[in-house]
Structures are given as structure tokens and as C-alpha cells.
């Protein structure tokens, strides 16, 4: 296929866990079997998480193109701009990456601990943009450009959340063709994989991966942006171009995209009590660990619809896991304790 022809880095250990959660399924009344695909354990490099896989594609593609700087921007304690800086290292490469104010708290230590800490470990240049917040991301992402370019670097810019990108979306398509084999060599099926989705193109590659199969496998993204048409729409235009990209024949359907916006808290980068409940109840069965602005939200996500019965008895669910855990050194204000 066209897929296996595009470069790409090899940065994940090989295929990531598919494991399986037996005192969640049991806490959920044991009616759908609930599995993770560990995308959270998937590499070697800084923890690694969607971001990593994604990448694979888009540092490939900068090194053909002789660049030796990654430019990229994202929160304050964006897994992004982490998971840049350790590709960027691994490979050779330098990292500028911009941290802007996305997120309307300032928890205990939230500029110096957990995603940026590591990120200034590796020795990522990292920019906190916080007081020109209002010149937008623009300016100092072009600032950082030519910096790179003054010092006689040769700059690659990734958006972020490498999701605005025609490369973007490849990385979770190229999920679903790991994970067919994976469930060939164990004998299972999943008919529905729950992913959160912010930037957009995990759950665009999983939809383009899914569609692509044919089978009727169904992704349910969880919407962790508080800006759900927004979403929406940003989903639905990078499932198109990795589809065309692919397979000019690929037909994306408006139908393929479901983006659920009852997980997410009203708000980007901010929990709530279903969030943290969820963080819990996945923490306290099976030892899972999830963070308060994705996976706590797409878990919640996940309960509810497996609760209310729109994830069928009889079904096994596969929760795509995408990392993110070191940003929950700097919300460790929101797990008060005695
Ligand atoms: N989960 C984690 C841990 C993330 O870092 C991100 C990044 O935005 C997401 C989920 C959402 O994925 P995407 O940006 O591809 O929609």
C-alpha cells in the first residue's frame, strides 16, 4: 500500500500493548471487555505518547529536506513540545519550541515541572511566550524561525500537535494497520476504539485507518478542546487530506467523524469532577494512569458510553491511550489529600 511507501523514522519500541483491563471491565458490570492500546508506553524516547508516533512521518520528512531544527509551539505543559525536543534529540537534531499561556491556571510549579522540565533536561530551547500571549503564536513561532536561520540552522515547522500538517494523520492510520495484525495474532475483534481529540489528527488517522479496512469498526473521539465545531472541523479536514493522500478513492463521510462533547469540561487544560472521578476509577482497578486534560477526559468519555449502553453489551472496546502522564506533576493540586 501507499501508506508503507512514505518515509518514516522509526522511533516506537515495535508495535504498542494491546492489553487488556480486567477490574475495569468488572467495574463496568463485565458486559463489554474493555482493553487499552498503550500508546502511553509506545517508546523509548521521553515517555513517549501520540505525539512520538506522529512523528515518525514528519522528522522523516524533515531530514529529507536537509533541515536540522524542529520549530514548533504548544501549551506551557504540552506533551507536544515534549515529544519534538526528544525526536529532535534522538535524532541529531535541535529543538526550539514555543510554550504559550493555552491553559487559564497557574497551579504550583505549572512552568517548572513535569512536560517542560523534561524538555529543558534534553536541552530543548524552550521559549515561554506567556506575556506576548496576545501577539498570538505567529509572531514567535516566526521569531524563533529566524533565529534558527541567523545562526545559520536550517528550520522544519511543525503545528501544533503535529496534527495541521499533511503528514499529520498518518502516524494513527498506520495505527490501525498495527493493530489489525495484533488482533489477527490474538484472535479478537474491537468494533469500537474511544480516542480524545484535541489537535485532531490521532482520531483523523484512526478514521481514515478505520474507513480504509472497511470492516465497520467505529472511532468515537472525546472532545478534550472545549471547542467542539472547531474540532470538528479541523478532524474532518485532515481525515480528507490523509485519505486523499493515500487513496484518491478513500470517501471520508461526515457520519465517519464523531467527536462526543460531554467529557470535556467546558474547557481546554482543565479538569472536573467527572474527569478526576474517571483519573480514579482507572487508577484504583487496573493501575492505569491518565492525565487531567486528555485521557482523564476521554476515560470518562469512555465509562459513560459503555454506562449508558451506546457501547454495546457483548462488544470489546479498545481505549486508545495516548499518553501525557508528566503533566500530572503540575495538577497535583487538583488530587487533594490529608
Ligand atoms: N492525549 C494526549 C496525552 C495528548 O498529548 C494529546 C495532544 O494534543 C491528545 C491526547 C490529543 O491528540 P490530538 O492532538 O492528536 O487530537
Not at 196 to 209: Q, Y
Not at 313 to 336: D, E, K, M, R, T
Request: glycine content about 10%; hydrophobic content about 40%; proline content about 4%.
Amino acid at each position: 500500500t501507499k501508506l508503507a511507501s512514505i518515509p518514516k523514522e522509526n522511533f516506537l519500541f515495535g508495535p504498542s500493548p494491546v492489553q487488556y483491563l480486567p477490574n475495569l471491565t468488572t467495574a463496568l458490570g463485565g458486559q463489554v471487555k474493555v482493553y487499552a492500546k498503550r500508546e502511553d508506553c509506545n517508546s523509548g524516547l521521553a515517555y513517549g505518547g501520540n505525539k512520538v508516533r506522529k512523528l515518525e512521518y514528519l522528522v522523516a520528512d524533515a531530514k529529507l529536506k536537509g533541515c536540522d531544527t524542529l520549530v514548533s509551539v504548544g501549551g506551557v505543559q504540552s506533551n507536544h513540545t515534549r515529544a519534538v525536543t526528544a525526536t529532535a534529540v534522538a535524532s541529531g537534531m535541535t529543538a526550539v519550541t514555543v510554550q504559550e499561556k493555552w491553559v487559564p491556571i497557574d497551579p504550583p510549579l505549572y512552568a517548572e515541572t513535569g512536560n517542560i522540565l523534561l524538555s529543558r533536561i534534553m536541552g530543548g530551547d524552550v521559549r515561554l511566550n506567556q506575556e506576548d500571549f496576545d501577539i498570538g503564536h505567529k509572531a514567535a513561532t516566526e521569531q524563533a524561525f529566524k533565529d534558527v536561520e541567523a545562526r545559520g540552522g536550517k528550520p522544519y515547522y511543525i503545528p501544533a500537535g503535529a496534527s495541521d500538517h499533511e503528514l499529520g494523520g498518518l502516524g494513527f492510520t498506520n495505527l490501525v494497520v498495527e493493530l489489525a495484525e495484533q488482533e489477527a495474532a490474538q484472535g479478537i475483534y474491537f468494533d469500537t476504539l474511544v480516542v480524545c481529540s484535541v489537535t485532531g489528527s490521532s482520531h483523523a488517522g484512526l478514521i481514515v485507518g478505520a474507513v480504509a479496512e472497511g470492516k465497520g469498526r467505529k472511532v468515537i473521539g472525546i472532545d478534550a478542546s472545549g471547542k467542539v465545531e472547531a474540532t470538528r472541523t479541523q478532524v474532518t479536514r485532515i481525515a480528507r487530506n490523509t485519505a486523499k493522500l493515500l487513496d484518491p478513492e478513500l470517501v471520508i463521510k461526515d457520519e465517519d467523524v464523531i467527536l462526543d462533547d460531554r467529557f470535556n469540561a467546558g474547557i481546554y487544560g482543565i479538569p472536573d469532577e467527572q474527569t478526576i472521578k474517571a483519573i480514579e476509577m482507572a487508577a484504583r482497578t487496573d493501575s492505569m494512569i491518565t492525565d487531567p486534560v486528555y485521557e482523564g477526559k476521554s476515560m470518562a468519555g469512555m465509562i459513560e458510553l459503555i454506562k449508558e449502553g451506546t457501547i454495546k453489551p457483548g462488544s470489546n472496546v479498545l481505549y486508545i491511550h495516548l499518553g501525557g502522564q508528566p503533566a500530572l506533576n503540575a495538577y497535583s493540586s487538583y488530587f487533594p489529600h490529608n
